[in-house]
């Protein structure tokens, strides 16, 4: 007997167009029209494949909504009881400390900054795992920041980095002491060793957490990160796998206030790698410094332009405002994808996180994708010819105009020297 056919219907304002159903559809009766999925009845058998792979739950069936919400199952955030012994063996939360030639990359800092947090959340120490040549000063370091240990292997072998001797290292100190939360900076170089330390360890590995938290009654790192294209945050738990290994990019978490009084126990170990064991050799060693790239992530103020620029010129504009007030430009995906600009100032979910005391942002509409790079900003000014852009909505001080007027205004006012008192002192409108 053939069933009767079921009503697909959608919940318009959740839908986020990824477009899985139109790809799981076997009937082509879905399409993505502007920014909703649109079922074609006369198509639709009501199979419900569709919903089975919609990641925001927009999909259901007429007369099923409660059904279907009293089907879905709890979701369990408890350690599989089986693995519990095995999995409390591990205890402890680690940071990778990266340095070149001893100078640490401040994201290693800012971690610890966050291990802290998590460490006394789970009642365990905090650990940075040192590997490199001549690195004393910075095992010593770690403790400034919140460290109560540094587990060091220092070698010559270490001098420059490579994946092979890097992950071994800290492969044998993970496997001899266990630590149950391991975070790596999403840097070029983090996610290299992240991921093929992650490998060896068979355990799983979130990549760009924007936020991280313990749930104290099942000790699990609730790992968040943006998903499909950044329109939801997805909150990842791994369960039955020790370490659980994020990477955090540059700037999303805080560093603690250095206390150089704190000591740090050191626990020194050896690496058993030889050179013949190494594939790579470093034939030469050229810092990015040399490139002369922007420093946008560290930047105290930055001046970013958007597609309501219009042209690449009006980045010229926004150079002379970025100079007036002593910053760096910035820019939104939009300009960068239209060739008006470098990808090294792109602000954003595939571009920079960045965290200065002031962010200007000119003619850019304030998309979710944008605004997680910049939203952690002390003072964030937004210029937009329409009322109704979202970048409003996260902005300290909202100038609704044509930025062709307002930012020659700003370049006044900032070459005056009184712009930046106004905007980040106590008043300023
Ligand atoms: C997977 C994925 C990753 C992405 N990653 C990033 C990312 O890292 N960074 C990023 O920025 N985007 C990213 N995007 C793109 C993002 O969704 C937006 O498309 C982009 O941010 C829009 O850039 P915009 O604000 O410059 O342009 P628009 O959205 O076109 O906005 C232009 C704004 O300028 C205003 N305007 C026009 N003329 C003027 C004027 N004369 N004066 C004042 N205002 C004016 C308009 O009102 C409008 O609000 C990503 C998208 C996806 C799907």
């Not at 300009?335 to 100032?345: E, K, L, Q």
Request: glycine share 10%.
């Amino acid at each position: 007997m053939r069933k009767a056919k079921r009503k697909l219907q959608i919940i318009a304002g959740q839908c986020i167009v990824c477009g899985l159903c139109e790809g799981e559809c076997p009937f082509d009766a879905i399409h993505m029209e502007g920014d909703v999925a649109v079922i074609d009845y006369e198509l639709c058998t009501g199979c419900g494949k569709c919903i089975k792979v919609c990641p925001t739950d927009c999909l259901y069936f007429e007369g099923e909504e409660e059904a279907e919400e009293a089907a879905e199952p709890e979701v369990a955030e408890e350690v599989a009881p089986e693995l519990e012994a095995g999995l409390a063996e591990y205890q402890g939360v680690w940071i990778y400390i990266e340095q070149s030639g001893g100078q640490v990359h401040p994201v290693s800092w800012e971690l610890l900054g966050k291990g802290r947090e998590l460490a006394d959340a789970l009642g365990c120490e905090l650990a940075a795992m040192v590997l490199g040549e001549d690195v004393d000063d910075v095992a010593v370091a770690t403790g400034y920041y919140g460290a109560d240990k540094a587990y060091v292997i220092d070698d010559p072998l270490l001098a420059h980095y490579r994946t092979h001797p890097f992950a071994e290292g800290c492969l044998k100190l993970v496997r001899e002491y266990r630590p149950e939360i391991v975070l790596i900076g999403a840097t070029t170089l983090g996610r290299d060793l992240a991921g093929a330390i992650a490998t060896d360890l068979h355990t799983g590995l979130t990549a760009d957490c924007t936020g991280l938290v313990i749930d104290e009654q099942a000790r699990l790192l609730r790992q968040t990160r943006p998903a499909f294209g950044g329109n939801i945050m997805a909150t990842i738990l791994c369960k039955e796998h020790r370490p659980q290994m994020s990477t955090v990019r540059p700037r999303v978490m805080e560093a603690l206030a250095p206390d150089e009084t704190r000591q740090v126990a050191i626990v020194r170990e050896t690496l058993e790698v030889s050179e013949e064991d190494i594939g790579v050799a470093v034939e030469e060693f050229r810092p990015d410094a040399d490139l002369d790239k922007p420093n946008l992530q560290y930047a105290e103020i930055i001046c970013a332009g958007g597609r309501g620029l219009g042209s690449p010129r009006g980045f010229e504009l926004m150079k002379e405002l970025a100079d007036a007030l002593g910053g760096v430009m910035g820019a939104s995906r939009a300009t960068v994808d239209a060739g008006w600009i470098s990808h090294d100032y792109q602000v954003g979910q595939t571009g920079l996180t960045v965290r200065p005391r002031l962010y200007i942002a000119a003619g850019i509409s304030g998309a979710i994708q944008h605004r997680v790079g910049m939203q952690t900003a002390d003072t964030i000014v937004a210029i937009n010819s329409d009322p109704e852009a979202n970048i409003f909505q996260i902005a300290d001080f909202g100038i609704v105009g044509d930025l062709y007027e307002v930012v020659p205004e700003l370049i006044k006012q900032a070459k005056a020297g009184n712009l930046k008192e106004k905007l980040l002192g106590d008043g300023g409108t």
